[in-house]
């Protein structure tokens, strides 16, 4: 089906795109320029496309989504390990998306 192939390079493209990043990090152990904010917010994202995959049963949102949630999984781990931060911030950021996506079911 072309529409599945579009769709797996799509995902292909897009999830791939983490691994230089991944690299990068875990090799200099440095994330004082990657947004904590940003990566907890597109973690909370990925699970949720993951999610929505296995529920419409979609073979490249499940795949792509698996794949880029070890890598943001990876880098949001080592910014939380490497990075002297709040951890309010983080809870506040997952309460806000938390709260983003209960006021769209409602």
Not at 79 to 85: L, P
């Amino acid at each position: 089906d072309p529409v599945t192939v579009i769709g797996l390079i799509a995902a292909a493209c897009t999830t791939f795109a983490y691994v230089p990043q991944a690299v990068k990090t875990i090799k200099t152990k440095d994330t004082k320029s990657l947004s904590l904010i940003m990566y907890v917010i597109m973690t909370v994202g990925i699970v949720l496309w993951l999610f929505y995959g296995v529920l419409k049963n979609d073979l490249p949102i499940i795949i792509a989504n698996t794949i880029t949630l070890l890598f943001a999984g990876i880098i949001l781990i080592l910014k939380i390990k490497y990075s002297d931060f709040n951890y309010r911030c983080v809870s506040g950021s997952i309460l806000i998306v938390v709260l983003a996506v209960e006021a769209q079911d409602h």
